[in-house]
Every structure is written in C-alpha cells, then in structure tokens.
C-alpha cells in the first residue's frame, strides 16, 4: 500500500498530497472520542514503522504524477509526530520538494519534546489541535496516553508559536456536553491569548465518531465563538450542521456583529436573511465593510475596526 494519498483540494490549505506516516495501522498517543479512525488505546511509540526510503520512494512517484502540488502534509493514521525518524523525513523532503510547501497535522501531545519541537520548527506550516485547556476535559475527551498533561502541551505550544517563522494554525474540535462550556472555552480563550497564529479553527464532529458521543450545530458553534477575544483568528470550519436558520440582521446589526466575530461568505450564507445579505453588499459597496484574508480564507469586518484588528492578528506576517 502506497504510503502517499491524494491530492486532495483543501480550500484552507491548497492542492495537498498527503504522506500517511502509520500507514498499516493506527498508531496514536491519544484515544480521542470523536476519532474517525477505529477506538484504539493511546500507545506512547510506534511498534510499526515505515522506512523513510519506502516514503520517498512513493513520495517522488506521487510528485512526478501531479506536478502542480501547493503542500505536502504529513499525517497518519493516528499522530504522525511519534515516527520516529520525523527529522531525517522532513530534510529528505526539503530537497525534492521545491517551492511545494510542508504541512503537518499534529495533535501537539509530543509538542514538549525538544526534538519534535526542532523538527517542527523546519516546516513551512503547522496545525496543532487544541482541544482542551483543563485537565479534566482533556482527560476525557482526547483520552491520552499517560504522562501526557494539557498544561506542558499549552506552555509548548506558545512557546512554539513565539519561536515558529511558518505559517501556524490552531484547531479546536469541539463535542457536545465535553469542551462546549462557557467555563471550557474561557480557559480555551486563556490559553489562546499567548498564542500567536494564523487563525483559528473551530469545528465539529463530521464523520462518525470512535465512541459514541454527538457535534454540535452550526448556530451552537457560532455562539461559542463569542466566548473568544474579538481580536483571536476565530474561522469556524464546520458546516455539516450549517442548515441555516437565517435571521434579520439590520445594518446597524451587521456592523455589529462583525465587528465581534469577522465573518466568511459561508457564515454569512448560513446566518443572514437574503434581505440581510443585500444590506450587507450595500456596507461592503460603501466601503463601512473591509475584507483581509487568512492564508486563502477571506473574513469581512468593520473598516473602522480593522487595522487595529488587523494589527493585532498578523503580528507576524
Ligand atoms: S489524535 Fe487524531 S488520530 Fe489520534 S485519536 Fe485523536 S483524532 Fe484519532
């Protein structure tokens, strides 16, 4: 079985080929409840590893059949930051790849160690998973292997974030009864203050999960979302539960609630009335709205509140 997938479209990330670091079973520190992959206690190591020759191999086949590749992301079935030769991959791939740029999908359990966090360092772009910021609830919903503490992975995180020249996105998968308590997202919110990223994306359960537990509906996400500082790169990813109940926003409204939380096209279509969504291409035609985009995501928000949202948000672009 080839070791690489796709390419696949991703509107947040580009044309991805995607190299699969446990491609023969799961492999995973965390057990998490709403996996999409089959229940699995958390193991702290891999005990089936894939060469890196192997990888290449495919890896240059794939890059050979579709040469026009924005990134390659490396992900697993399970984490892929526990392959053990995740350095030596990275410095391989560093010399085919090009001006293709390097992704990887972690759940940011091994953040703290040095190794990983230097090797991290060397990609273009990161997305870490942050589900939790309390003890408890990272217990119960990411089910980690033991050892594995939420306060070492935030400090490794923000560390990360002040050191990283990449591109580095946050994301929180968000289950219902779990992480979606006021008192959960404020700690969230805490957590996230010393953290400096591309943005933020929040979400849901979209495909059947490992154990039995439920997502949330778009509004419901759309409400946490204001638990967030106004200035933190809030992008709400999930619209599998978006069969939107418009509501009337009226310009004074719209302003309003864009200057609390930047909105998509997407929530846009998902919150406004179609009279809503005149009145909002009225503002934008007369300048009151402004746009900036997010590493391919466009938000829309006041023009009288952007540059300072705008400073506060791209401090490192
Ligand atoms: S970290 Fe990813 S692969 Fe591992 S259990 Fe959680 S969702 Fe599944």
């Known amino acids: 079985m080839s070791t690489i997938f796709g390419p696949i479209h991703s509107r947040r990330f580009g044309v991805s080929l995607g190299i699969d670091l446990s491609s023969s079973t799961k492999q995973c520190n965390f057990d998490c409840l709403y996996c999409e992959l089959t229940p699995m206690k958390a193991i702290k190591t891999q005990h089936t590893v894939t060469s890196t020759e192997t990888i290449l191999y495919d890896l240059k086949e794939a890059l ?24 030596e991959l990275i410095t391989e791939i560093d010399t085919i790849k090009g001006n293709i740029q390097t992704l990887i999908l972690s759940n940011s359990a091994s953040l703290s160690d040095e190794n990983i966090f230097n090797a991290l360092l060397r990609l273009d772009q990161v997305k870490l998973s942050l589900d939790a910021a309390t003890p408890e609830i990272f217990r119960k919903i990411d089910r980690p292997a033991e050892e594995i503490e939420i306060t070492n992975i935030i400090h490794a995180i923000q560390r990360f974030s002040h050191t ?27 957590a996230l203050q010393n953290i400096q990223c591309e943005r933020i994306d929040i979400g849901t359960i979209d495909r059947p999960p490992a154990y039995p537990v439920q997502g949330l509906q778009f509004k419901e996400l759309y409400e946490l979302s204001h638990y967030f500082d106004p200035s933190l790169p809030i992008h709400i990813v999930s619209r599998t539960h978006a069969t939107a109940t418009p509501s009337h926003y ?18 846009i279509n998902a919150l406004f009335d179609e009279e809503s969504k005149k ?14 985009e997010r590493s391919n995501i466009i938000f829309y928000l006041p023009l009288e509140n952007s540059a300072r949202k705008r400073q506060k948000n791209t401090q490192k672009s």
């Open 279 to 292: 009145q909002f291409l009225i503002l934008l035609n007369e300048g009151k709205i402004t746009k900036i």
């Open 64 to 87: 050979q059949n579709h040469p026009n590749i924005d990134v390659i992301t490396l992900t697993a079935n399970g984490e892929p930051t526990m392959y053990p030769y995740l350095n």
């Open 164 to 190: 990283f020249k990449g591109k580095l996105f946050i994301e929180i998968l968000f289950v219902r009864g779990l992480n979606d308590t006021p008192k959960e997202v404020m700690a969230l919110n805490t």
């Open 250 to 267: 009226s310009a004074n409204e719209i302003l309003t609630t864009l200057d609390k939380r930047p909105l998509t096209d997407d929530d």
